[in-house]
Antibody
C-alpha cells in the first residue's frame, strides 16, 4: 500500500529556516518523480517543487532560490529545505507522488500535509 | 507559462449533472488532471490525462477537452461530491506545474 507522511512543520519566524520531511512506503522514492504542493489558509493549491528520478529539480517562481527539494534513497524520504521564510509561505505543505504516462505527469498519491506558520 | 482559469463556484441539486470548466491557452498542447479536495482533507486525483479515471473513482466522474477548455463532468451528483475541485497542467516542458484557482461545488 502506497503511503506518504509529512512531518517537520511548525511555527518559525520570518527570515528563518525549516526542513520538511515526507516518508514514503509502498514504493521507492528514487524510482518516482516527487513533488511538493502547498495551500495557504483558505486559498487554493500552489505547486512548490518537483524532483525527477534522475535528481533534476524544478521550482515555482515564489520559492526559487529559497527552497531546496531533495531525497534520501536509503530512508525513502523526500525533503523540502526552506530558508528565508516569509509570512506568505504560511501554508499546509503536501508531498505527492508523480506518475507519468506518455511523458505526462499526474499526482496520484498525496500525504495528509504538515502546517508551516511563519510569524513573529 | 500561462494561467488556468476556473469558475469560483458551481451549484447543483442531487442527481443533476455538474460541469466544471478550466481554461488556459496552453491546454490544447499539454494535458490536464483534476483533483477533488474535501474539507480538511488532502487532494485526491479524480481524472488524469484529460479523460482517464483512476481505479476506485466512480464512473460518474468524467473528463473532456475541447480547444483551450477542459471540463470535469459529474453525472448524477451525490451529496458526498461536495468539495473543491482543481484542474492541473504544466508548461510545454512539463517542468513547471500549474493549478487552476479551484471551484467549490455545492450540492444543494
Amino acid at each position: 500500500e502506497v503511503q506518504l507522511e509529512e512531518s517537520g512543520g511548525g511555527l518559525v519566524q520570518p527570515g528563518g529556516s525549516l526542513t520538511l520531511s515526507c516518508a514514503v512506503s509502498g514504493f521507492s522514492v528514487s524510482s518516482k518523480y516527487m513533488t511538493w504542493v502547498r495551500q495557504a489558509p483558505g486559498k487554493g493549491l500552489e505547486w512548490v517543487s518537483l524532483l525527477y528520478s534522475n535528481a533534476d529539480t524544478y521550482y515555482g517562481d515564489s520559492v526559487k532560490g529559497r527552497f531546496t527539494i531533495s531525497r534520501d534513497n536509503s530512508k525513502d524520504t523526500l525533503y523540502l529545505q526552506m530558508s528565508r521564510l516569509r509570512v506568505d509561505d504560511t501554508a499546509v505543505y503536501y508531498c505527492a507522488r508523480v506518475s507519468m504516462v506518455r511523458g505526462r505527469g499526474y499526482f496520484d498519491y498525496w500525504g495528509r500535509g504538515t502546517l508551516v506558520t511563519v510569524s513573529s | 507559462s500561462y494561467d488556468l482559469t476556473q469558475p469560483p463556484s458551481v451549484s447543483v441539486s442531487p442527481g443533476q449533472t455538474a460541469r466544471i470548466t478550466c481554461s488556459g491557452d496552453g491546454l490544447p498542447r499539454i494535458y490536464s488532471n483534476w483533483y477533488q479536495q474535501k474539507a480538511g482533507q488532502a487532494p485526491m486525483l479524480v481524472i488524469y490525462e484529460d479523460t482517464e479515471r483512476p481505479s476506485g473513482i466512480p464512473e460518474r466522474f468524467s473528463g473532456s477537452s475541447s480547444g483551450t477548455t477542459v471540463t470535469l463532468t459529474i453525472s448524477g451528483v451525490q451529496a458526498e461530491d461536495e468539495a473543491d475541485y482543481y484542474c492541473q497542467s504544466a508548461d510545454s516542458t512539463g517542468r513547471y506545474v500549474l493549478f487552476g484557482g479551484g471551484t467549490k461545488l455545492t450540492v444543494l
